[in-house]
Every structure is written in structure tokens, then in C-alpha cells.
């Protein structure tokens, strides 16, 4: 089967930096994009950025993309989301997802894999 693991997240003072890393394993064979997600207390799941297999990349937010900045490892199912001069706004629960061509249970074919999350809170 196919794992989304992301890391990186914690505790961090407004104005402080935290890079999170993103992991896809298993029944993969091919990479589209990988993108980053975050949902903050009670609100909806946003999108951040997007980076595809060619490294080119898209961010969903203008004012976030002198900030964040998505990138990955060439040859590696791994993308990582640099995030400087963290904001209390900016806590959330990240998520990462992997679209490609993978398995899922016993069928092969194109899919969005998401990861678990990993917690951001930046305190004033």
C-alpha cells in the first residue's frame, strides 16, 4: 500500500521558521505533483502550494509565497514546505498529498494520496 508521512511540525514564536517534510512510500510508480494543505481551527482545508514532477511549482496565495517556499528531491518521493516568519494565523494542521499513478487496495490506477497531518502552532 501507499504512506504519505508528513514531519516537521511543532511549537514555534511568531516569527520563527519551520521546515516540514513530506514522504510518499509503497505501491507508487509515477509522481504527478505533491502539494501541501493546511486546515486551521474550525475552518476549511486550504490549499498552499503545488510542485510537480518537473519542479515547477504554484502557490495558491501570493502573501504566503514570500514565506513559504515548496520544494522536493529530485529522484525521491519527498517534498519539503519552508515555512519563515511564522504568524499565529499560520497555525494549522499541515497535510501533505502525493498524486500519482499507485495502487490502492488491489487496483492500480491515478490517485490523491494524502498524509495524516502534522501540527503547527505559533504562538504571539
Known amino acids: 500500500q501507499v504512506q504519505v508521512r508528513e514531519s516537521g511540525g511543532g511549537l514555534v514564536q511568531a516569527g520563527g521558521s519551520l521546515r516540514l517534510s513530506c514522504a510518499a512510500s509503497?505501491?507508487?510508480?509515477?509522481?504527478?505533483?505533491m502539494a501541501w494543505y493546511r486546515q486551521p481551527p474550525e475552518k476549511q482545508r486550504e490549499l498552499i502550494a503545488t510542485i510537480w514532477s518537473d519542479d515547477s511549482t504554484e502557490y495558491a496565495d501570493d502573501s504566503l509565497k514570500g514565506r513559504f517556499t515548496i520544494s522536493r528531491d529530485k529522484g525521491k518521493k519527498t517534498n519539503y514546505l519552508q515555512m519563515n516568519s511564522l504568524k499565529p494565523e499560520d497555525t494549522a494542521v499541515y497535510y501533505c498529498?502525493?498524486?500519482?499513478?499507485?495502487?490502492?487496495?488491489?487496483?492500480?490506477?491515478?490517485?490523491?494520496?494524502w498524509g495524516q497531518g502534522t501540527q503547527v502552532t505559533v504562538s504571539s
Open positions: 509503497g505501491s507508487i510508480t509515477s509522481v504527478n505533483s
Open positions: 498529498k502525493c498524486e500519482a499513478w499507485g495502487m490502492n487496495r488491489t487496483e492500480y490506477g491515478f490517485y490523491n494520496y
